[in-house]
């Protein structure tokens, strides 16, 4: 028996938790169906997400993408398609590959494993991303050397503490819905062992009956833990922080059953939320908006 996985119509970080919500009471080799096919639009956090989700299935899952041909067209530029084949039993319909993206596409869906891959992934932005920064965003030309070293900390997380492989993709749009301007926004999720278990690992680590997911991103996020003992391990997140919060940005990360996030005055997020529906490894998203001049 498959069980149908329904996916809504608009995917992003929070409207992912109800797929979430739906597989999570489900065994690991429990056949799923997940059913995109009336689903228009998508955030890379909700795209990677996705893939993570493919990753955690002991039975392979079946797939079932857009209807919509802008919509299949565009998460086919994504590279989403490109790795879904390799996670998914796809059905329905599946957009051809075409070389070269479109600009909002500012890194396609690319796996992290290896430090390699993420020098790779810097390597490949840096071009990009001081147009799109300075042009676009109207961000100080500094900003295009931070904003390389946060992607860098991002994807550098996965091959410290996950594990396992994961997924990096950076995108800018119009984000109508809350500011009415454009952003860019870095996605990185993986299915590893995520921030509890990683700083479970650090020796000398106590663990008190309070300990759980929540603690543990309040841990790493806000006071700077980190499973490494040598002095400066550890501060990737930190830097993390001080980027988003000098340019008015918001910084969410997911991993167990929480998600904890530095808010920013734009946006209406809570800065911890607990109790959802346990998801393995972690999940960072990073959202920097368009700067408004000063008149």
Same mark, same amino acid.
């Given at each position: 028996?498959?069980?149908? *996985? @329904?996916? !809504? !119509?608009?995917?992003?970080?929070?409207? *992912?938790? /109800?797929?979430l919500d /739906?597989?999570? !009471?489900? !065994? #690991?080799?429990q056949k799923v169906l997940i059913d995109a096919r009336h689903t228009r639009w998508a955030s890379p956090y909700a795209l990677t997400t996705m893939l993570t989700l493919g990753q955690t299935r002991a039975e392979r899952a079946a797939f079932t993408g857009p209807e919509n041909d802008d919509t299949a067209s565009y998460w086919g530029r994504t590279g989403f398609y490109k790795h879904a084949e390799q996670i998914f039993d796809l059905h329905g319909h599946v957009p051809r590959a075409r070389n070269g993206g479109e600009s909002s596409v500012l890194l396609e869906i690319t796996p992290v494993a290896k430090s390699e891959d993420v020098h790779d992934v810097v390597e490949r932005i840096q071009q990009k991303a001081q147009a799109i920064l300075v042009n676009e965003l109207h961000l100080d030309p500094q900003a295009t050397m931070r904003f390389a070293m946060t992607l860098s900390e991002a994807c550098q997380n996965i091959v410290?503490?996950? =594990?396992? %492989? $994961?997924?990096?993709?950076? =995108?800018?749009?119009?984000? #109508? /819905?809350r500011l009415g301007r454009r952003v860019v926004q870095i996605a990185v999720c993986d299915a590893g062992i995520g &921030?509890?278990?990683?700083?479970? @690992?650090? /020796?000398g680590r106590r663990i008190t009956d309070r300990w759980d997911d929540?603690?543990?991103?309040?841990?790493?996020? *806000? #006071?700077?833990?980190s499973r490494f003992r040598d002095p400066g391990r550890g501060q990737?997140?930190? $830097?993390?922080? #001080? &980027?988003? %919060? +000098?340019?008015?940005? +918001?910084?969410? *990360?997911r991993s167990g059953t929480a998600r904890i996030a530095i808010v920013p005055s734009w946006d209406e997020d809570v800065p911890l939320a607990e109790d959802l529906a346990p998801f393995p490894g972690a999940q960072i998203q990073i959202t920097i908006p368009e700067r408004i001049p000063p008149r």
């Amino acid at each position: 028996m498959t069980t149908v *996985i @329904n996916v !809504p !119509p608009s995917l992003d970080a929070e409207t *992912i938790e /109800q797929v979430l919500d /739906q597989v999570a !009471p489900l !065994p #690991r080799d429990q056949k799923v169906l997940i059913d995109a096919r009336h689903t228009r639009w998508a955030s890379p956090y909700a795209l990677t997400t996705m893939l993570t989700l493919g990753q955690t299935r002991a039975e392979r899952a079946a797939f079932t993408g857009p209807e919509n041909d802008d919509t299949a067209s565009y998460w086919g530029r994504t590279g989403f398609y490109k790795h879904a084949e390799q996670i998914f039993d796809l059905h329905g319909h599946v957009p051809r590959a075409r070389n070269g993206g479109e600009s909002s596409v500012l890194l396609e869906i690319t796996p992290v494993a290896k430090s390699e891959d993420v020098h790779d992934v810097v390597e490949r932005i840096q071009q990009k991303a001081q147009a799109i920064l300075v042009n676009e965003l109207h961000l100080d030309p500094q900003a295009t050397m931070r904003f390389a070293m946060t992607l860098s900390e991002a994807c550098q997380n996965i091959v410290e503490h996950a =594990q396992r %492989g $994961g997924w990096v993709a950076v =995108q800018t749009y119009t984000w #109508r /819905q809350r500011l009415g301007r454009r952003v860019v926004q870095i996605a990185v999720c993986d299915a590893g062992i995520g &921030f509890r278990a990683s700083l479970e @690992n650090a /020796q000398g680590r106590r663990i008190t009956d309070r300990w759980d997911d929540g603690m543990a991103l309040e841990d790493a996020v *806000i #006071r700077g833990v980190s499973r490494f003992r040598d002095p400066g391990r550890g501060q990737g997140l930190a $830097g993390v922080r #001080r &980027f988003v %919060g +000098k340019w008015d940005g +918001k910084l969410s *990360i997911r991993s167990g059953t929480a998600r904890i996030a530095i808010v920013p005055s734009w946006d209406e997020d809570v800065p911890l939320a607990e109790d959802l529906a346990p998801f393995p490894g972690a999940q960072i998203q990073i959202t920097i908006p368009e700067r408004i001049p000063p008149r």
